[in-house]
């Protein structure tokens, strides 16, 4: 399972999309976003961190239930 936790808009058009999950279901998700980005504009980057520092967590949206 892959939840939303999160999108920001950093400027000049640019979001940045933050997502929590499984590591491979948050992989496949990343990958399904980015060929479907690709098809209807341009796609910067993507990014998955597998397992965040302590630090990292911190600053991320939290998984609210």
Same mark, same amino acid.
């Given at each position: 399972?892959?939840?939303?936790?999160?999108? $920001?808009? =950093? /400027?000049?058009?640019?979001?940045?999309?933050?997502?929590?999950?499984?590591?491979?279901? &948050?992989?496949?998700?990343?990958?399904?976003?980015?060929?479907?980005? $690709?098809? =209807? /504009?341009?796609?910067?980057?993507?990014?998955?961190?597998?397992?965040?520092?302590?630090? &990292?967590?911190?600053?991320?949206?939290?998984?609210?239930?």
């Amino acid at each position: 399972n892959v939840t939303l936790i999160g999108k $920001e808009h =950093v /400027g000049g058009g640019l979001v940045t999309v933050m997502v929590r999950g499984d590591v491979g279901a &948050v992989k496949a998700a990343t990958d399904a976003g980015a060929a479907a980005a $690709e098809r =209807v /504009g341009e796609l910067i980057s993507v990014h998955v961190i597998p397992r965040p520092h302590e630090e &990292v967590e911190f600053i991320l949206p939290s998984l609210e239930k």
